[in-house]
């Protein structure tokens, strides 16, 4: 199964950042996620938070030690699964929000106004998890 890993920011205002995908994204376009992607061969699901996150936002960041949610492609169930995305919460190190390509606007959202924007399957449970 592959594997995928969402860096979830929180900020001192208590709100999360997201990151839209652009309509030429090769995957998702026009969805909202986190900073996040696939976890490369041989590198750690904390390291490929830290190197996503820096790839896609320019920010830094360190990963708490373990995940907080796991989101199974393509339905949510382990047992269809062919991709497991990982959400570890991490803590903001450094850095200006630079977007790359993939991605065209970001939002700090809170509890109480994440509901109005479209997102990944894999956010937007990682979202209710968090918002519970």
């Known amino acids: 199964m592959k594997k995928g890993v969402n860096a979830v920011i929180i900020n001192n205002q208590n709100r999360v950042l997201v990151l839209k995908r652009s309509p030429q994204a090769g995957s998702f376009p026009n969805l909202w996620n986190f900073p996040g992607g696939k976890v490369e061969n041989n590198e750690t699901l904390q390291d490929a938070v830290i190197r996503e996150t820096k790839e896609e936002a320019n920010l830094e960041v360190k990963?708490?030690?373990n995940y907080f949610s796991?989101?199974?492609?393509?339905?949510?169930r382990e047992k269809n699964a062919k991709i497991a995305v990982y959400a570890f919460k991490v803590k903001l190190i450094s850095g200006i929000i630079r977007l790359d390509e993939e991605h065209n606007e970001f939002k700090w959202i809170s509890r109480n106004s994440w509901t109005n924007l479209d997102y990944t399957k894999s956010?937007?449970?990682?979202?209710?998890?968090?918002?519970?």
Do not use: R, S, V
Not at 123 to 132: G, I, P, R, S, V
């Open 70 to 76: 796991i989101y199974y492609y393509p339905d949510g």
């Open 63 to 65: 990963p708490e030690n």
């Open 123 to 132: 956010c937007k449970a990682t979202l209710k998890e968090l918002f519970k």
